[in-house]
């Protein structure tokens, strides 16, 4: 089975400053996406960024890029010139191939970002 | 247009009641999924809709767990003689469709405490 690992429970950073929350992961599949969702206090969850593991090329949203590195297993999201409505849980997430795998994503535990002023 | 919506969105119970908590997925969205988000567990999968397939109920905990999908649309996750253990919040997501790496689309949740 697919699994998530989120190493970092709570991080912080100073506004207007980089910050890199890492994940990595464990699967057998050769093809799969991987996400990264925000979920500030009204729970909402909201997709950050999305990455298809064939694909080579960096993911990159405005101020939020990854680093994904297959190999590794290894999917790290940079958040970059910080702002404080950036501060809430991010969720690191697996989904395998829709042919191969299952629908459903697999998350990790979470880190909780604050943003200081 | 409106987003995923779910009702209600606190729910107080006592143990061994049952419940019924409720998903209106985006209109036109054919995927439909449930998930819980307690503390010691963190995010996890329940079931998931696709169309007129069968579901995936392989998240389903215990068998006091149920949903149902009216219509291809509108979702109910009952769970019968709640424990206190049951006690989350329980997410709901739609996507436009499988077989593709569609963003899924979450309601707010519902917050469930059993007493």
């Known amino acids: 089975a697919q699994t998530v690992t989120q190493s970092q429970p709570e991080m912080s950073v100073q506004e207007a400053e980089t910050v890199t929350l890492s994940c990595t992961y464990d699967?057998?599949?050769?093809?799969?996406?991987l996400f990264w969702y925000k979920q500030p206090p009204s729970r909402q969850m909201i997709l950050v960024i999305r990455q298809e593991a064939y694909k080579q090329q960096n993911a990159t949203e405005n101020r939020f890029s990854v680093n994904f590195q297959k190999a590794a297993k290894s999917f790290s999201l940079k958040i970059s010139d910080s702002q404080l409505g950036d501060a809430a849980m991010y969720f690191c997430a697996y989904r395998g191939h829709p042919q191969g795998g299952s629908e459903k994503l697999v998350f990790g535990k979470g880190t909780k970002l604050t943003v200081n002023p | 247009g409106a987003g995923v919506s779910q009702s209600p969105s606190n729910k107080v119970t006592e143990k061994g009641k049952d419940v019924e908590l409720r998903c209106d997925p985006i209109s036109g969205h054919t995927a439909l999924y449930w998930y819980r988000q307690s503390l010691g567990q963190g995010l996890e999968f329940l079931i998931y809709?696709?169309?007129?397939?069968?579901?995936?109920k392989s998240g389903l905990p215990s068998d006091r767990f149920s949903a149902e999908r009216t219509g291809g649309s509108v979702s109910t996750l009952t769970i019968q003689r709640t424990q206190q253990e049951d006690s989350a919040v329980y997410l709901c997501?739609?996507?436009?469709?499988?077989?593709?790496?569609?963003?899924?689309?979450f309601g707010p949740g519902t917050r469930l405490t059993v007493l």
């Open positions: 809709f696709q169309g007129n397939s069968a579901p995936d």
């Open positions: 997501a739609s996507s436009p469709r499988s077989g593709r790496a569609g963003e899924q689309f």
């Open positions: 699967t057998s599949e050769s093809d799969y996406y």
